[in-house]
Protein backbone atom coordinates (compact mmCIF):
# COMPACT_ATOMS: atom_id res chain seq x y z
CA UNK A 1 0.00 0.00 0.00
CA UNK A 2 1.47 3.33 -1.11
CA UNK A 3 1.68 6.15 1.78
CA UNK A 4 -0.98 7.97 -0.38
CA UNK A 5 -3.53 5.07 0.19
CA UNK A 6 -2.62 4.20 3.63
CA UNK A 7 -5.55 4.65 6.30
CA UNK A 8 -4.04 5.54 9.96
CA UNK A 9 -5.91 4.54 12.48
CA UNK A 10 -7.11 6.43 15.03
CA UNK A 11 -7.65 3.38 17.87
CA UNK A 12 -7.84 -0.14 16.70
CA UNK A 13 -10.49 -1.52 18.21
CA UNK A 14 -12.61 1.64 16.58
CA UNK A 15 -11.20 0.01 12.89
CA UNK A 16 -12.05 -3.46 13.76
CA UNK A 17 -15.82 -2.97 14.83
CA UNK A 18 -16.48 -0.44 12.25
CA UNK A 19 -15.67 -2.31 9.61
CA UNK A 20 -17.86 -4.95 9.96
CA UNK A 21 -20.80 -1.95 9.01
CA UNK A 22 -18.18 -1.32 5.81
CA UNK A 23 -20.03 -3.63 3.15
CA UNK A 24 -22.95 -1.34 3.60
CA UNK A 25 -23.01 0.65 0.38
CA UNK A 26 -24.90 3.79 0.48
CA UNK A 27 -26.58 5.57 -2.18
CA UNK A 28 -28.01 8.05 -3.65
CA UNK A 29 -25.05 11.27 -2.81
CA UNK A 30 -22.59 9.16 -1.35
CA UNK A 31 -22.56 5.93 -3.36
CA UNK A 32 -19.66 4.17 -3.46
CA UNK A 33 -18.27 4.49 -0.32
CA UNK A 34 -17.56 2.91 2.78
CA UNK A 35 -18.99 4.75 5.44
CA UNK A 36 -17.71 3.65 9.56
CA UNK A 37 -21.24 3.79 10.47
CA UNK A 38 -20.82 1.24 13.35
CA UNK A 39 -18.23 3.89 15.24
CA UNK A 40 -19.93 5.10 18.71
CA UNK A 41 -19.61 8.82 19.10
CA UNK A 42 -16.36 9.13 21.27
CA UNK A 43 -14.78 7.11 18.64
CA UNK A 44 -15.73 9.18 15.99
CA UNK A 45 -15.22 12.52 17.57
CA UNK A 46 -11.24 11.01 17.76
CA UNK A 47 -11.67 10.39 13.73
CA UNK A 48 -12.72 13.46 12.95
CA UNK A 49 -9.82 15.20 14.94
CA UNK A 50 -6.71 13.08 13.06
CA UNK A 51 -8.83 13.17 9.87
CA UNK A 52 -9.73 9.72 9.39
CA UNK A 53 -13.20 10.11 9.31
CA UNK A 54 -15.36 12.93 7.55
CA UNK A 55 -18.42 14.00 7.50
CA UNK A 56 -19.85 14.29 3.94
CA UNK A 57 -23.12 15.36 3.34
CA UNK A 58 -22.73 14.22 -0.65
CA UNK A 59 -20.47 14.44 -3.73
CA UNK A 60 -20.96 14.76 -7.63
CA UNK A 61 -19.45 14.92 -10.96
CA UNK A 62 -19.52 18.22 -12.45
CA UNK A 63 -17.95 20.47 -15.24
CA UNK A 64 -16.47 23.72 -14.79
CA UNK A 65 -19.08 24.66 -12.21
CA UNK A 66 -16.85 24.33 -8.96
CA UNK A 67 -13.12 25.21 -10.15
CA UNK A 68 -11.57 24.21 -13.96
CA UNK A 69 -12.30 21.23 -15.74
CA UNK A 70 -13.85 18.03 -14.97
CA UNK A 71 -14.24 17.91 -10.81
CA UNK A 72 -15.72 15.78 -8.06
CA UNK A 73 -17.06 18.38 -5.88
CA UNK A 74 -17.37 16.83 -2.29
CA UNK A 75 -20.12 18.76 0.13
CA UNK A 76 -18.78 18.16 3.69
CA UNK A 77 -21.47 19.23 6.06
CA UNK A 78 -21.01 21.56 9.06
CA UNK A 79 -21.45 24.98 8.86
CA UNK A 80 -20.90 27.86 11.53
CA UNK A 81 -22.70 30.37 9.65
CA UNK A 82 -26.04 30.93 8.72
CA UNK A 83 -26.42 33.05 5.51
CA UNK A 84 -29.37 34.21 4.92
CA UNK A 85 -29.65 33.24 1.31
CA UNK A 86 -28.30 30.08 1.88
CA UNK A 87 -29.17 27.11 -1.00
CA UNK A 88 -27.93 24.23 1.09
CA UNK A 89 -29.54 24.67 4.59
CA UNK A 90 -29.45 20.61 5.16
CA UNK A 91 -25.64 21.05 5.52
CA UNK A 92 -25.41 23.13 8.31
CA UNK A 93 -25.25 20.27 10.90
CA UNK A 94 -22.03 18.09 10.69
CA UNK A 95 -24.57 15.54 12.45
CA UNK A 96 -26.69 15.23 9.57
CA UNK A 97 -23.53 14.04 7.47
CA UNK A 98 -22.69 10.13 6.55
CA UNK A 99 -19.20 9.79 8.02
CA UNK A 100 -16.87 8.34 5.13
CA UNK A 101 -13.54 6.36 5.53
CA UNK A 102 -10.17 9.08 4.45
CA UNK A 103 -9.12 5.49 2.44
CA UNK A 104 -12.66 5.52 0.75
CA UNK A 105 -12.22 9.19 -0.21
CA UNK A 106 -8.85 9.08 -1.59
CA UNK A 107 -9.96 5.78 -3.50
CA UNK A 108 -12.26 7.75 -5.38
CA UNK A 109 -9.92 10.66 -6.36
CA UNK A 110 -7.38 8.09 -7.40
CA UNK A 111 -10.28 6.42 -9.81
CA UNK A 112 -11.49 10.06 -11.45
CA UNK A 113 -7.28 10.84 -11.60
CA UNK A 114 -6.86 10.63 -15.62
CA UNK A 115 -10.46 12.44 -16.06
CA UNK A 116 -9.43 15.05 -13.65
CA UNK A 117 -5.91 15.65 -15.24
CA UNK A 118 -7.06 14.92 -18.83
CA UNK A 119 -9.85 17.89 -18.44
CA UNK A 120 -7.59 20.22 -16.20
CA UNK A 121 -10.05 19.31 -13.58
CA UNK A 122 -9.25 17.82 -9.73
CA UNK A 123 -11.20 17.74 -6.55
CA UNK A 124 -13.58 20.28 -5.02
CA UNK A 125 -14.15 20.57 -1.64
CA UNK A 126 -17.38 22.40 -0.81
CA UNK A 127 -20.34 22.29 2.06
CA UNK A 128 -21.37 23.31 4.55
CA UNK A 129 -18.31 24.93 5.16
CA UNK A 130 -15.35 22.63 3.73
CA UNK A 131 -13.15 24.42 6.55
CA UNK A 132 -15.01 22.82 9.46
CA UNK A 133 -12.99 19.55 9.04
CA UNK A 134 -9.53 20.53 8.22
CA UNK A 135 -7.76 17.16 9.03
CA UNK A 136 -9.79 15.19 6.87
CA UNK A 137 -10.37 17.64 3.35
CA UNK A 138 -6.08 18.75 3.91
CA UNK A 139 -5.47 15.13 3.86
CA UNK A 140 -7.34 14.03 1.15
CA UNK A 141 -5.72 17.41 -0.87
CA UNK A 142 -2.38 15.85 0.02
CA UNK A 143 -3.06 13.07 -1.54
CA UNK A 144 -4.42 14.55 -4.33
CA UNK A 145 -1.41 16.30 -4.79
CA UNK A 146 0.93 13.64 -4.35
CA UNK A 147 -1.47 12.13 -7.68
CA UNK A 148 -0.62 15.13 -9.55
CA UNK A 149 -4.40 15.99 -8.73
CA UNK A 150 -5.58 19.95 -8.70
CA UNK A 151 -6.96 21.03 -5.63
CA UNK A 152 -9.83 23.76 -5.02
CA UNK A 153 -11.55 24.86 -1.84
CA UNK A 154 -14.78 26.33 -1.65
CA UNK A 155 -15.31 27.90 1.56
CA UNK A 156 -16.15 31.26 3.47
CA UNK A 157 -12.68 31.84 5.09
CA UNK A 158 -14.58 31.98 8.42
CA UNK A 159 -12.80 29.61 10.16
CA UNK A 160 -9.38 30.67 8.83
CA UNK A 161 -7.54 29.26 11.99
CA UNK A 162 -8.31 26.44 11.41
CA UNK A 163 -5.91 25.76 8.30
CA UNK A 164 -2.59 25.91 9.00
CA UNK A 165 0.32 27.95 6.55
CA UNK A 166 1.02 23.59 5.44
CA UNK A 167 -2.40 22.91 4.85
CA UNK A 168 -2.71 26.17 2.60
CA UNK A 169 0.43 24.86 0.30
CA UNK A 170 -2.14 21.79 -1.08
CA UNK A 171 -4.52 24.33 -2.08
CA UNK A 172 -4.28 25.18 -5.93
CA UNK A 173 -7.32 27.45 -6.56
CA UNK A 174 -9.91 28.76 -3.28
CA UNK A 175 -13.37 30.12 -4.21
CA UNK A 176 -14.13 32.24 -1.81
CA UNK A 177 -16.71 33.74 -0.74
CA UNK A 178 -16.92 37.39 0.47
CA UNK A 179 -20.08 37.55 1.26
CA UNK A 180 -19.92 41.34 2.31
CA UNK A 181 -17.54 44.27 2.03
CA UNK A 182 -18.29 45.94 5.77
CA UNK A 183 -18.64 43.57 9.21
CA UNK A 184 -22.07 45.33 9.97
CA UNK A 185 -23.62 43.79 6.32
CA UNK A 186 -21.41 40.93 6.54
CA UNK A 187 -22.63 39.87 10.16
CA UNK A 188 -26.47 40.55 9.32
CA UNK A 189 -25.89 38.47 6.41
CA UNK A 190 -24.46 35.54 7.76
CA UNK A 191 -24.44 35.68 11.68
CA UNK A 192 -20.58 35.92 11.28
CA UNK A 193 -17.60 38.56 11.36
CA UNK A 194 -15.97 39.37 8.27
CA UNK A 195 -12.32 39.70 9.37
CA UNK A 196 -11.22 35.88 9.17
CA UNK A 197 -12.52 35.46 5.23
CA UNK A 198 -10.04 38.92 4.34
CA UNK A 199 -6.91 37.23 6.48
CA UNK A 200 -7.71 33.53 4.79
CA UNK A 201 -7.99 35.33 1.04
CA UNK A 202 -4.64 37.49 2.42
CA UNK A 203 -2.56 34.20 3.12
CA UNK A 204 -3.58 32.22 -0.05
CA UNK A 205 -2.17 35.10 -1.29
CA UNK A 206 0.93 35.09 0.13
CA UNK A 207 1.24 31.91 -0.39
CA UNK A 208 0.97 32.46 -4.45
CA UNK A 209 -2.52 31.06 -4.54
CA UNK A 210 -5.37 31.65 -6.87
CA UNK A 211 -8.51 33.28 -5.70
CA UNK A 212 -11.65 33.22 -7.75
CA UNK A 213 -14.45 35.53 -5.25
CA UNK A 214 -17.69 35.00 -5.31
CA UNK A 215 -20.23 37.65 -4.04
CA UNK A 216 -23.91 37.08 -4.13
CA UNK A 217 -26.06 40.01 -5.00
CA UNK A 218 -29.14 39.86 -3.09
CA UNK A 219 -30.84 43.27 -3.07
CA UNK A 220 -31.89 44.79 -0.59
CA UNK A 221 -29.63 42.79 0.67
CA UNK A 222 -25.66 43.20 -0.33
CA UNK A 223 -26.20 45.63 -3.28
CA UNK A 224 -25.23 48.96 -2.20
CA UNK A 225 -22.90 50.73 -4.14
CA UNK A 226 -20.87 51.36 -0.68
CA UNK A 227 -20.99 47.05 0.50
CA UNK A 228 -19.65 46.65 -3.45
CA UNK A 229 -17.00 49.07 -2.71
CA UNK A 230 -15.92 47.75 0.14
CA UNK A 231 -16.05 43.93 -1.40
CA UNK A 232 -14.09 45.74 -4.48
CA UNK A 233 -11.32 47.04 -1.99
CA UNK A 234 -11.27 43.98 -0.20
CA UNK A 235 -10.42 41.74 -3.28
CA UNK A 236 -7.68 44.79 -4.09
CA UNK A 237 -5.49 43.30 -0.25
CA UNK A 238 -5.38 39.63 -2.52
CA UNK A 239 -3.09 41.38 -5.49
CA UNK A 240 -2.02 39.13 -8.43
CA UNK A 241 -3.90 36.23 -6.92
CA UNK A 242 -7.47 37.23 -7.79
CA UNK A 243 -8.19 35.50 -11.17
CA UNK A 244 -11.78 36.93 -11.67
CA UNK A 245 -15.00 37.59 -9.46
CA UNK A 246 -18.01 36.36 -9.83
CA UNK A 247 -21.20 38.05 -9.24
CA UNK A 248 -24.37 35.36 -8.55
CA UNK A 249 -27.16 36.87 -8.40
CA UNK A 250 -30.00 35.40 -5.63
CA UNK A 251 -32.02 33.16 -6.65
CA UNK A 252 -34.70 31.64 -4.92
CA UNK A 253 -34.29 27.42 -5.48
CA UNK A 254 -32.99 27.20 -2.09
CA UNK A 255 -36.81 28.19 -0.64
CA UNK A 256 -38.10 24.39 -0.50
CA UNK A 257 -35.22 23.23 1.57
CA UNK A 258 -35.90 25.77 4.35
CA UNK A 259 -39.61 25.04 4.14
CA UNK A 260 -38.56 21.61 4.53
CA UNK A 261 -36.55 21.53 7.49
CA UNK A 262 -38.83 24.00 9.54
CA UNK A 263 -36.37 27.32 9.30
CA UNK A 264 -37.94 30.66 9.32
CA UNK A 265 -36.38 32.04 5.78
CA UNK A 266 -35.73 35.69 5.77
CA UNK A 267 -36.01 35.80 2.53
CA UNK A 268 -39.03 34.51 1.87
CA UNK A 269 -40.10 37.54 -0.84
CA UNK A 270 -37.05 38.40 -1.91
CA UNK A 271 -36.28 38.84 -5.63
CA UNK A 272 -33.35 38.09 -7.98
CA UNK A 273 -30.99 41.54 -9.19
CA UNK A 274 -32.41 42.65 -12.31
CA UNK A 275 -30.06 42.98 -15.27
CA UNK A 276 -29.45 46.49 -14.50
CA UNK A 277 -28.56 45.87 -11.15
CA UNK A 278 -26.07 43.34 -11.76
CA UNK A 279 -24.65 45.48 -14.75
CA UNK A 280 -24.10 48.21 -12.21
CA UNK A 281 -22.40 45.64 -9.65
CA UNK A 282 -20.00 44.39 -12.86
CA UNK A 283 -19.05 47.90 -13.43
CA UNK A 284 -18.35 48.40 -10.10
CA UNK A 285 -15.76 45.43 -9.88
CA UNK A 286 -14.42 46.31 -13.63
CA UNK A 287 -13.62 49.52 -12.39
CA UNK A 288 -11.43 48.16 -9.65
CA UNK A 289 -9.34 46.43 -12.40
CA UNK A 290 -11.21 43.10 -11.98
CA UNK A 291 -12.64 40.09 -14.40
CA UNK A 292 -15.80 39.35 -13.56
CA UNK A 293 -18.02 36.82 -14.76
S1 LIG B 1 -21.48 29.56 4.31
FE1 LIG B 1 -22.51 28.47 2.66
S2 LIG B 1 -23.40 26.64 3.62
FE2 LIG B 1 -22.86 28.05 5.27
S3 LIG B 1 -24.74 29.17 5.65
FE3 LIG B 1 -23.52 30.38 4.21
S4 LIG B 1 -24.24 29.78 2.17
FE4 LIG B 1 -24.96 28.20 3.65
Same mark, same amino acid.
Given at each position: MSETTEFRTTTRHMLKRSRQYASQTLMGGLSGFESPIGLDRRDRIEALKTGDIGFVHSWDINT?? *??? /??RMTVFMSGCPLRC @??? @??? *???? +?? *?GRPVYLEAMIKKVERYADLFKATGGGITFSGG?? +? +? @?PAFVSRVFRAAKEMGVHTCLDTSGFLNKNYTDEMIEDIDLCLLDVKSGDEETYHRVT /? /??LAPTIEFGQRLARAGKKIWVRFVLVPGLTDSEENVENVARICETFGEAIEHIDVLGFHQLGRPKWHELRIPYPLEDAKGPSAALKARVTRQFEDHGFVVY
Amino acid at each position: MSETTEFRTTTRHMLKRSRQYASQTLMGGLSGFESPIGLDRRDRIEALKTGDIGFVHSWDINTSV *DGP /GTRMTVFMSGCPLRC @QYC @QNP *DTWK +MR *DGRPVYLEAMIKKVERYADLFKATGGGITFSGGES +M +M @QPAFVSRVFRAAKEMGVHTCLDTSGFLNKNYTDEMIEDIDLCLLDVKSGDEETYHRVT /G /GVLAPTIEFGQRLARAGKKIWVRFVLVPGLTDSEENVENVARICETFGEAIEHIDVLGFHQLGRPKWHELRIPYPLEDAKGPSAALKARVTRQFEDHGFVVY
